[in-house]
């Protein structure tokens, strides 16, 4: 059965560098039928889809975060990353990494991680 | 800049039924967007109900349906029970890779 675990630091100082890893089990990163996300939901607020990447390297991002979200692949440990700089308070949020095949909102979500920005 | 719209809070009695629905600021919705419906509880991650408009999720009790009506996309809950009780949200695709979320209906069940 597909696994997604979130990992990284759960606190990050203003204006440094947010770095996250999904680390993916029981299933193929590099399988053709699947894209893999990042969203966050910063305390008692909604959910926000931050990016995809698929396997290739291809990349989509929310445009409000484009500027400061970077997204990578690494299919020899198999996981992917998600990078955001220049963090504020407002970047607080629990963040989910999840996989949904072409075509389809249907996300298969991790856990989720508290990342939490304060000096 | 595109929204998708939700209504902020919906109540419903025990057994009855609610409409939960998912529109845009500027458009309609149609299949193009697969809408699909996540409901979620506190500290919890997101479980999907709901994608592709109207195919129900493994395991999704079949209380929970979903349509397209008029110009907006739809989530059907017949039956309300006490654990239907949670935050609702929809996400749409709007193309190029991008999808938008819903702001959520907070369902309350009494």
């Known amino acids: 059965q597909l696994q997604l675990q979130e990992s990284g630091p759960g606190l990050v100082k203003p204006s440094e560098t947010l770095s996250l890893t999904c680390t993916v089990s029981?299933?193929?990163?590099?399988?053709?039928?699947?894209?893999w996300d990042w969203f966050r939901q910063p305390p008692g607020k909604g959910l926000e889809w931050i990016g995809t990447i698929y396997y290739s390297g291809s990349t989509y991002y929310n445009p409000s975060l484009k500027s400061r979200v970077t997204m990578s692949v690494d299919m020899s440990k198999s996981q992917f990353s998600l990078k955001l700089s220049s963090v504020t308070a407002a970047d607080t949020a629990i963040y989910f990494c999840a996989r949904h095949p072409p075509n389809s909102g249907n996300f298969y979500w991790g856990q989720g991680t508290l990342a939490t920005v304060s000096s | 800049q595109t929204v998708v719209t939700q209504e902020p809070s919906f109540s419903v009695s025990p057994g009855g039924t609610v409409t939960l629905t998912c529109g845009l600021s500027?458009?309609?919705?149609?299949?193009?967007?697969?809408p699909t419906w996540y409901q979620q509880t506190p500290g919890q991650a997101p479980r999907t109900l709901i994608y592709s408009t109207n195919t129900r999720s493994s395991g999704v009790p079949d209380r929970f349906s979903g349509s397209i009506l008029g110009n907006k996309a739809a989530l059907i809950i017949t039956g309300a029970q006490a654990d239907d009780e949670s935050d609702y949200y929809c996400?749409?695709?709007?193309?190029?890779?991008?999808?938008?979320f819903g702001g959520g209906t907070k369902l309350t069940v009494l």
């Open positions: 500027s458009g309609s919705v149609s299949n193009t967007n697969f």
């Open positions: 029981g299933g193929s990163i590099n399988s053709g039928g699947s894209y």
């Open positions: 996400v749409l695709y709007m193309g190029s890779g991008l999808w938008v």
